[in-house]
């Protein structure tokens, strides 16, 4: 068990750009949750997955973001026409259905800098 | 909408003084509910949960009860150590997803 991992770490671009960002869960977790994080507060819920399906999504997820797992296993979360209010950490966190409180664990997150 | 609410820091308590960080929540319905720790560079770890009114979670020294008439999960620690040193944020799960709601977080500093 390798934990949840997140690549990149740390992303800066510049305002307009396109940016895309990846998490692989631990591997038998088929839930699967985005969260951004901005300085000072905590994290707040993006959008979640059961296997392949997104199953929810936050109205902080505006047209601008998407996020797909295409084969139920790893995500990716995109971010089009960055603006700099983005800037934030971007945690994902998964978990496998059935193991009562459902305790999530997250990666260490990507830090987006919008310049 | 649910939510939760923890004291604000930052916290800055002596090597082996004794911890209280505040958490109430609300929400509809009985949720379970989490303390998470994140130290300095490093992710969020769970510390500890509880999922029904009247339990207990407990690890590493720290305990939190889930009060369901005061709605509170406040952590506390009998003696603090520096390697406490973190932000600790409190959570609920919600709705049929089991996302979490956090607090804004409580920082803590503990000097030797």
């Known amino acids: 068990d390798t934990g949840v991992s997140q690549d990149p770490r740390h992303k800066i671009t510049k305002r307009g750009q396109n940016v895309t960002f990846r998490c692989d869960p631990i591997s038998e977790h088929n839930r699967l949750y985005w969260y951004r994080q901005t300085l000072g507060q905590g994290p707040e819920f993006l959008t979640y997955f059961q296997n392949e399906a997104q199953l929810e999504k936050s109205r902080l997820l505006s047209d601008r973001f998407s996020a797909e797992r295409p084969k139920g296993s790893f995500s990716t979360l995109e971010i089009q026409r960055t603006e700099q209010g983005d800037s934030a950490m971007y945690l994902c966190?998964?978990?496998?259905?059935?193991?009562?409180?459902?305790?999530?664990?997250f990666g260490p997150g990507t830090r987006l800098t919008v310049t | 909408g649910n939510s939760v609410t923890q004291m604000e820091g930052p916290v800055t308590l002596s090597e082996e003084a004794f911890l209280t960080i505040n958490c109430t929540y609300t929400?509809?319905?009985?949720?379970?509910l989490f303390w998470y720790v994140q130290y300095p560079g490093e992710g969020l770890q769970l510390l500890l949960k509880?999922?029904?009114?009247?339990d207990k979670g407990s690890n590493k020294g720290f305990e939190a009860t889930y009060r369901k008439e005061t709605t509170s999960f406040h952590l506390e620690k009998g003696s603090v150590q520096v390697s406490d040193s973190a932000v600790y944020f409190c959570a609920q799960s919600s709705g049929g997803y089991n996302k979490l709601i956090f607090g804004a977080g409580t920082r803590l500093a503990v000097h030797p």
């Open positions: 929400a509809t319905g009985y949720p379970s």
């Open positions: 509880a999922t029904k009114a009247d």
């Open positions: 966190a998964s978990t496998l259905s059935g193991t009562g409180a459902y305790e999530q664990y």
